[in-house]
């Protein structure tokens, strides 16, 4: 049976907007000794602006622009629809058969040409002559039939209490880790303003997997293991953890189903609480 005590620290989470989904996850939660983060929409707010285009030689900064967000029609991905919001208005309809390549970016049907939209991965696996570029952001390289088309920067911004999360899990022992499909130069800046623990980028979604592996084998002896993410591309590693922690406003409905404990409010900050609501628990249970 379950001790009376877990309802009530159940109870007071959720007024507090974090959805536990059983008490032995209350449990797991007051020996957490790592905490690991994905960035975008987890630490970061997920919303990208555009910051700086590059359009190649005779490419109209327009159609870079238009082609980007038409490529990107179909997928939830933060940069996704962030790529949309900048250019309103367009005809999805001129958009098919996207596929979404994880970790990559997509590639869709644009007026019957094949639009490329994502990382230096994807314009190397599609063996696209692209120009590397640089900035304080995340760089989406655009190409159609095979041509290369230009580079859009977009920057993202930290959550207003994203530093502080990771202060208070210090302040209760815990490591923080960030776990990131994002480019090593955006993650380290971010991961230092944060100061976070430890960091490792330009990770697949199975990277991200044997990462959480490795932690898991290195943990101390009694501690636990949680992961935080938006679901975009982590459900495998929310499962995997000790503790799988979704964001539920932004997150996707398979991180929700995925996940132990839902942050029904995005807040990162929640989870340091949800600590402490958890040891006051466990020391009244035991
Ligand atoms: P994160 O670990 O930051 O949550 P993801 O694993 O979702 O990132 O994606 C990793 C990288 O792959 C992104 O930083 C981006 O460069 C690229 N990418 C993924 N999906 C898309 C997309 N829909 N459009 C463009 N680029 C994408
Ligand atoms: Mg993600």
């Not at 996704?80 to 869709?108: F, W």
Request: aromatic content about 4%; hydrophobic content about 45%; some cysteine.
């Amino acid at each position: 049976s379950i001790p009376l005590t877990f309802f009530g620290g159940i109870g007071g989470a959720s007024k507090c907007g974090i959805l536990v989904k059983g008490g032995n996850y209350l449990e797991a939660l007051s020996k957490t000794g790592v905490a690991v983060f994905d960035k975008t929409g987890t630490l970061t707010k997920g919303v990208f602006k555009v910051t700086h285009t590059t359009p190649a030689d005779g490419v109209t900064e327009a159609d870079l622009l238009e082609s980007a967000a038409l490529a990107e029609s179909f997928s939830n991905h933060p940069i996704s629809k962030s790529l949309r919001e900048a250019c309103p208005g367009l005809d999805a309809k001129r958009a098919s058969d996207a596929q979404e390549i994880a970790g990559h970016g997509v590639k869709t049907q644009v007026d019957g040409r094949t639009v490329l939209a994502g990382n230096a991965r994807l314009m190397e696996s599609e063996h696209i002559d692209y120009t590397a570029a640089e900035g304080a952001g995340t760089i989406v390289y655009v190409a159609r039939d095979g041509q290369f088309l230009g580079s859009i920067l977009i920057s993202d911004e930290e959550k207003p209490t994203a530093r502080t999360a990771m202060q208070g899990l210090q302040a209760q022992g815990v490591r923080t880790v960030m776990l990131t499909g994002d480019a090593p130069a955006v993650a380290e800046l971010v991961a230092k303003d944060l100061g976070i623990d430890e960091v490792h980028a330009g990770l697949l979604p199975a990277d991200k997997v044997a990462w959480v592996e490795k932690l898991l084998a290195q943990k101390p002896e009694k501690k636990e293991l949680a992961f935080v993410g938006d679901g975009i591309n982590d459900a495998p590693v929310l499962m995997r953890a000790d503790i799988g922690i979704a964001m539920g406003a932004l997150g996707s409905d398979a991180a929700i189903e995925a996940a132990d404990i839902v942050l029904m409010d995005d807040d990162p900050a929640k989870i340091s609480l949800a600590m402490r609501i958890s040891r006051k628990c466990m020391r009244i249970v035991y």
